[in-house]
């Protein structure tokens, strides 16, 4: 009888062991930037190559990497295994605010992601290969980054979010290393205005985009968020909106990303699409 118990709580420690979240740390090369990016990619428990799973890129803020949100909010692998999905944390460069820069080669970062990173990830995981059932959301340069990346490649993704997104670049003109990127908003106005979502939603049709967008009321992006807000309202565009007591902090979010991943779970078609 000890045998056999020894022997069932052996087998349960082992199914235990096996069944926790796994966490890779993959190194895909850019052909655009001629150098290799790392992401980290959250499975759920179980995760089985036999099935299909939705997948969520989650972006990072200025000034941090890859692998800011899985060490810093560790609960976002118990999140991939509740809903289901495959979590995809891309390096967005120290400041790359997630665009292909015009005037520095080594910032290109919206066609890693949607080119390079994204076909890396269909073909060597199990994921539902289509719009239906992939989303993009981020924090602050990560929230307009899922933004911009998704209201342009609307053909890849069908639900984008932000947690206290920089929606409107025009408000950072001496900070973040925006200027590095696009030039200095005097000599090329067009391009803070071109690239700043809150004016890029103008060109959105009603239902294109599943869209989540949040902010804390005590955040220093608090007022263009709301602008934000009221601009989709005029425009007649369908959206969750959510502002709450925050800041521009990791508690702040990692309070918000269980929201974030709820809404995208509701907004799935899991069906399996070749």
Same mark, same amino acid.
């Given at each position: 009888?000890?045998?056999?118990?020894?022997?069932?709580?052996?087998?349960?420690?082992?199914?235990?062991?096996?069944?926790?979240?796994?966490?890779?740390?993959?190194?895909?090369? /850019?052909?655009?930037?001629?150098?290799?990016?790392?992401?980290?990619?959250?499975?759920?428990?179980?995760?089985?190559?036999?099935?299909?799973?939705?997948?969520?890129?989650?972006?990072?803020?200025? $000034?941090?990497?890859?692998?800011?949100?899985?060490?810093?909010?560790?609960?976002?692998?118990?999140?991939?295994?509740?809903?289901?999905?495959?979590?995809?944390?891309?390096?967005?460069?120290? $400041?790359?605010?997630?665009?292909?820069?015009?005037?520095?080669? /080594?910032?290109?970062?919206?066609?890693?992601?949607?080119?390079?990173?994204?076909?890396?990830?269909?073909?060597?995981?199990?994921?539902?290969?289509?719009?239906?059932?992939?989303?993009?959301?981020?924090?602050?340069?990560?929230?307009?980054?899922?933004?911009?990346?998704?209201?342009?490649?609307?053909?890849?993704?069908?639900?984008?979010?932000?947690?206290?997104?920089?929606?409107?670049? !025009?408000?950072?003109?001496?900070?973040?290393?925006?200027?590095? !990127?696009?030039? /200095?908003?005097?000599?090329?106005?067009?391009?803070?205005?071109?690239?700043?979502?809150?004016?890029?939603?103008? $060109?959105?049709?009603?239902?294109?985009?599943?869209?989540?967008?949040?902010?804390?009321?005590?955040?220093?992006?608090?007022?263009?968020?709301?602008?934000?807000?009221?601009?989709?309202?005029?425009?007649?565009?369908?959206?969750?909106?959510?502002?709450?007591?925050?800041?521009?902090?990791?508690?702040?979010?990692?309070?918000?990303?269980?929201?974030?991943?709820?809404?995208?779970?509701?907004?799935?078609?899991?069906?399996?699409?070749?």
């Amino acid at each position: 009888m000890r045998h056999f118990n020894f022997l069932l709580i052996f087998s349960v420690i082992c199914q235990l062991a096996f069944a926790r979240p796994q966490v890779d740390t993959i190194a895909v090369f /850019s052909a655009k930037m001629k150098k290799e990016i790392k992401t980290v990619v959250v499975l759920p428990e179980k995760y089985s190559k036999k099935k299909h799973y939705p997948v969520v890129y989650l972006l990072h803020g200025y $000034s941090d990497n890859y692998a800011k949100w899985v060490n810093t909010v560790p609960t976002i692998k118990a999140l991939a295994t509740k809903h289901q999905l495959i979590l995809v944390c891309p390096d967005g460069g120290y $400041s790359s605010w997630y665009f292909d820069s015009p005037i520095d080669a /080594s910032f290109q970062y919206e066609t890693h992601i949607t080119r390079e990173l994204l076909p890396y990830i269909d073909s060597h995981y199990a994921t539902i290969a289509n719009r239906t059932a992939r989303a993009i959301t981020g924090l602050s340069m990560g929230g307009h980054g899922a933004l911009y990346l998704a209201m342009r490649n609307k053909e890849l993704f069908a639900s984008a979010g932000s947690m206290s997104g920089g929606v409107d670049l !025009r408000t950072s003109t001496k900070s973040y290393d925006i200027t590095k !990127r696009i030039g /200095s908003i005097d000599k090329n106005p067009e391009e803070w205005n071109n690239r700043s979502v809150i004016n890029m939603v103008t $060109s959105l049709q009603n239902k294109e985009l599943n869209l989540v967008i949040e902010c804390g009321v005590s955040d220093f992006f608090y007022e263009i968020n709301s602008t934000l807000h009221r601009r989709l309202m005029d425009l007649k565009i369908d959206h969750d909106y959510t502002e709450r007591p925050g800041k521009h902090n990791w508690e702040y979010w990692t309070n918000a990303i269980n929201y974030q991943l709820l809404f995208f779970d509701r907004s799935f078609n899991r069906v399996k699409t070749k």
